[in-house]
């Protein structure tokens, strides 16, 4: 049985809990995509140049991290629209489930845009949310 993961985080995507739920998971095909986040006029003048270098150094040092767990992945960094950047990969890797990782309700705008349960509703696939307050020094999952 094969255990394809998607892994949907931006600036969380470093976070120690990560390595923890795909091994749980007993993933044997990771994808972490990383959306290469922009400010509004930034992108509606089309130079997402900064915020796809921002997402690539990010998803290097989250795939560096968790190969020093022992935990292959690939990783591409996707469009700003979470939903979107998930969906683009699900279209070249079909995972059984997404693991998708925010900050905490409040400093979450991917929270606040009800991402997790849109993908849930969309993607017809287990969600796992995976939090991560850095401030309060707190990670958890939230079931699926």
């Known amino acids: ?9 931006n600036e969380t995507v470093e976070s120690e ?3 923890h739920a ?19 006029v930034r992108h509606w003048t ?5 915020a796809h270098a921002a997402a690539d150094e ?5 795939l560096d991290r968790l190969a020093a767990s022992g935990i292959p992945a690939n990783g591409m960094v996707g469009d700003a ?3 979107q950047a998930a969906a ?4 070249v890797f079909p995972a059984d489930e997404l693991v998708i990782a925010t900050h905490p309700e409040g400093r979450s705008n991917w929270l606040a845009r009800s991402v997790v349960e849109r993908a849930r509703r969309r993607f017809g696939r287990p969600v796992v ?4 307050d850095r401030d309060r020094g707190l990670e958890y999952l939230e079931a699926a």
């Open 22 to 40: 795909i091994r749980a998971r007993e993933a044997t095909q990771v994808l972490i995509v990383a959306p290469a986040l922009n400010g509004r």
């Open 58 to 62: 990010r998803l290097r040092r989250s």
């Open 17 to 19: 809990l990560l390595a």
């Open 129 to 132: 949310h995976l939090v991560v």
């Open 88 to 91: 683009d990969a699900l279209h």
């Open 1 to 9: 049985m094969s255990n394809r993961i998607l892994v949907l985080a």
């Open 46 to 50: 089309s130079d997402d140049d900064d």
């Open 81 to 83: 629209d979470p939903l």
